[in-house]
């Protein structure tokens, strides 16, 4: 099988992991409080067992990209990962006790860590040029997933018989389609999944390219410091850094190597060498345009969060929306967010990630806005309440695939490639974060918004 053809199984097969990601979000998530409820459980309960899920993922992110980072294999990772989204989304349809549920919860949200491997692979097989198209079809994936879980539900809903010693109800039925959907993804992996090489030259058409290729954005560093002097990530130019520093030698000053990946003649003692040697966390992580990044990813999902939490409880005060009404909200803000990554992956081959970036947070900051200022207290007809929240949610959504897939993008190019698995994972657990605080801060302020909606005002403005 020629390389090419493994590239685009591999590729479809992550599009599949993540729609499967999807999915399951929203299978689960509308049914958990009321199967809950049918175990005798107190409220608090809910908010357990979903910062479980966000929670496991958020330790696990790294310690399995170290792992990829080590073996430079992402298969055995993902194989083994899924076990656990098989386990807990079996624990989930065995309809034991509330205990039970929470358990498989945090079990299942342990294979979610294979997300952060997914995402170095991703990095290590593209070059810069490509990468945010390649990470905004990924991310477009889950979104159509959310769109399919609740198509899902209205056939799992009917579902009411026994199976052996198990009930397989509305409630528990969730867990089994899951279940067998991971096992049938598990069958996937094994057969179309490859471990792409280290360098894309083999699958290319071109080979390493010259400094007259070079697009302006490798050239300019992310941070400019006083007196004109340039940092980026310990080298001389934009892009991946190397995990060691290098002596040049004579003869190859003039050479470019993107974003890190290393030539030919230089790939085969790389990978003998572990890719942790002389790696420095607070080297690596304690630079400007690192925390930068991580502070911009934690600070837009804590904001996107605590906004979703938020207007849920508006729509029900002030416009009277049931669950009907919300779930189509909720559908056509999904549809919204796949168009805009679909718009993000043209926009990347013509303007540069940075760019990207600005354009996401200069939303973001107009949707926080538009927030604080007529959502924080509503006032008006009907219709003037609708057209208030539809342009919020709008503007907040639609700021949110510029800023993911970014920032993204950036994080890929400013870190060292040969711990890029570490390093998403990392990403990703500061993303976690955000996901537990930001529904915290906003369940708690739903009679204060402005508090709540000036806060997060705030940090966008810093932020920028």
């Known amino acids: 099988m020629d390389c090419q053809r493994k590239k685009r199984l591999t590729n479809f097969t992550i599009g599949l992991l993540f729609l499967a990601g999807g999915i399951e979000y929203a299978v689960i998530l509308p049914t958990i409080w009321a199967y809950l409820r049918t175990l005798d459980s107190e409220p608090y309960f809910l908010g357990l067992a979903i910062s479980a899920f966000s929670f496991a993922g958020l330790i696990t992110g790294p310690l399995f ?61 593209t070059t810069s040029q490509e990468r945010a198209t390649v990470f905004a079809a990924v991310m477009a994936c889950r979104q159509v997933g959310l769109l399919i879980g609740p198509a899902c539900n209205l056939f799992l809903c009917l579902f009411d018989f026994r199976l052996g010693p198990f009930m397989v109800n509305k409630y528990t039925s969730p867990g089994l389609f899951m279940c067998l ?34 697009l302006e954005e490798e050239e300019e560093p992310l941070m400019r410091h006083e007196g004109g002097q340039e940092e980026a990530a310990e080298a001389g130019g934009y892009g991946s850094t190397r995990a060691e520093p290098r002596e ?37 992580y304690l630079r400007e345009e690192v925390v930068v990044l991580l502070t911009a990813q934690f600070i837009t999902l804590f904001n996107q969060t605590a906004l979703e939490t938020m207007v849920t409880p508006i729509t029900q005060r002030y416009l009277n929306f049931g669950e009907l009404e919300n779930s189509l909200m909720y559908f056509l803000c999904g549809v919204e967010v796949i168009c805009g990554f679909f718009l993000v992956r043209c926009l990347s081959s013509r303007l540069k990630d940075r760019v990207i970036l600005v354009v996401g947070l200069v939303i973001c900051n107009v949707a926080c806005i538009w927030c604080l200022v007529f959502l924080a207290r509503p006032q008006g007809s009907f219709a003037w309440l609708l057209t208030e929240l539809v342009v919020g949610v709008f503007l907040q959504v639609l700021g949110l695939p510029f800023v993911a897939v970014s920032q993204v993008s950036l994080f890929s190019k400013v870190t060292a490639e040969r711990t890029q698995g570490f390093s998403q994972g990392l990403r990703r657990s500061v993303g976690g974060i955000a996901t537990i605080l930001g529904p915290l801060w906003a369940g708690s302020l739903t009679e204060n918004l402005y508090i709540m909606l000036g806060a997060m005002m705030v940090l966008l403005t810093l932020l920028m």
């Not at 073996?71 to 076990?83: D, G, P, W, Y």
């Not at 094994?190 to 360098?199: A, G, I, K, R, W």
């Not at 190859?252 to 790389?270: F, I, K, M, Q, T």
């Open 181 to 214: 959907v991971w096992l049938l993804l598990q069958l996937v992996v094994m057969t179309m999944y490859h471990d792409l090489p280290l360098l894309p030259a083999p699958c290319s058409e071109r080979a390493v390219p010259t400094p007259s290729d070079v």
């Open 65 to 125: 990209g170290y792992w990829s980072d080590r073996t430079r294999q992402t298969k055995s990772v993902i194989l083994f990962a899924n076990l656990f989204q098989i386990a807990g989304n079996f624990m989930y349809f065995v309809d034991g006790s509330k205990w039970m549920v929470l358990s498989s919860r945090l079990v299942a949200g342990v294979g979610t860590g294979a997300g952060a491997s997914i995402f170095g692979h991703l990095t290590r097989s």
């Open 248 to 284: 040049p030698v004579q003869g190859e000053e003039g050479r470019y190597v993107p974003n890190g990946h290393l030539a030919d003649e230089e790939a085969a003692s790389v990978r003998e060498k572990s890719p942790f040697g002389n790696f420095s966390a607070w080297r690596e």
